[in-house]
């Protein structure tokens, strides 16, 4: 499934806030933390390889929800501001296990 990708840090920028706690009450991690949609519960898992040669290998958990996260959008969360908005906007070839 492609979906259409962005990313996002712990700023008050791109979350309102900056302690890091997403919607589930988790805190978000590099490489690890993505925002779906309702649609994909918390906890599943989506690979999406475009960043297969990352720390994670490419693998990602649903932790956190956002107000313009639909079922089609994913938001990869990520360390730096910088380092969000340098990703940008990108249509990405994902796998979902649920």
């Not at 989506?46 to 956002?66: E, M």
Request: proline share 3%; with cysteine; hydrophobic share 30%.
């Amino acid at each position: 499934k492609t979906f259409n990708t962005s990313a996002y840090c712990a700023c008050k920028k791109c979350c309102g806030k900056t302690n890091g706690i997403t919607s589930s009450g988790a805190k978000a991690s590099s490489w690890y933390t993505l925002a779906a949609g309702k649609g994909y519960p918390v906890g599943t898992v989506i690979y999406i390889p475009y960043f297969k040669d990352k720390p994670n290998g490419g693998w990602f958990v649903v932790q956190d929800r956002g107000g313009a996260i639909s079922n089609s959008r994913l938001d990869v969360f990520m360390g730096t501001h910088s380092q969000a908005l340098q990703f940008g906007r990108r249509s990405l070839e994902c796998y979902v296990y649920m």
